[in-house]
C-alpha cells in the first residue's frame, strides 16, 4: 500500500544526522575509541563499496560494449546472409538460362530433323531433288 504522503524530508535528516554524529564519535572516546575489530571490519566494508563502485562504473561500459558488438555482429550477419543469397540467385538465374539456351538449341536441332525427315518423304530434299548426272541416266 503507498504512503499518501509523500518523504520529501531529506534535509531534516541530514540535519539530524549532521547533530547525532558528534555525539556518537565523543560516546566513542569517552569508551577509548572502537576496537581494532571493529575498526578492521569498517575498512573491510569501505573496501567492498569501494569495489562495488568501481564494479557499477565499469559494468555499463562493458555492457555498452557488449551491445555494440552484439549489433555489429547482427548487421554483418544479415549483411552476409543478403550477399549470400544474391549470390545463390544469380547463380540460378545464370543455370536457368543456360538451361534454357540448352533447350532452345536442343529444340532447335530437334525440329531441324523432323523437317529434313518431312522433306525426304515428300522427296524434296536437297540431295534427292537435284540428281547427279551419273544417276540419270539409270533413271531413263
Known amino acids: 500500500m503507498k504512503t499518501q504522503t509523500p518523504f520529501n524530508e531529506i534535509g531534516s535528516l541530514e540535519k539530524d544526522l549532521a547533530e547525532i554524529a558528534p555525539l556518537v564519535r565523543e560516546g566513542y572516546r569517552q569508551l577509548g575509541g572502537p576496537s581494532a575489530r571493529v575498526e578492521e571490519a569498517i575498512r573491510e566494508a569501505a573496501r567492498k563499496q569501494a569495489a562495488r563502485r568501481k564494479a557499477r562504473l ?51 536441332e530437334t525440329s531441324a530433323g523432323f523437317a529434313n525427315i518431312l522433306l525426304e518423304i515428300q522427296g524434296l530434299n536437297e540431295e534427292g531433288f537435284f540428281s547427279h548426272e551419273e544417276t540419270e541416266s539409270l533413271s531413263l
Do not use: N
Open 58 to 108: 565499469a559494468w555499463p561500459l562493458a555492457r555498452s560494449l557488449a551491445a555494440a558488438a552484439a549489433l555489429v555482429l547482427l548487421l554483418g550477419g544479415g549483411a552476409l546472409q543478403l550477399h549470400l543469397s544474391r549470390e545463390a540467385e544469380l547463380q540460378a538465374e545464370a543455370a536457368a538460362r543456360r538451361l534454357a539456351a540448352e533447350r532452345r538449341a536442343a529444340a532447335g
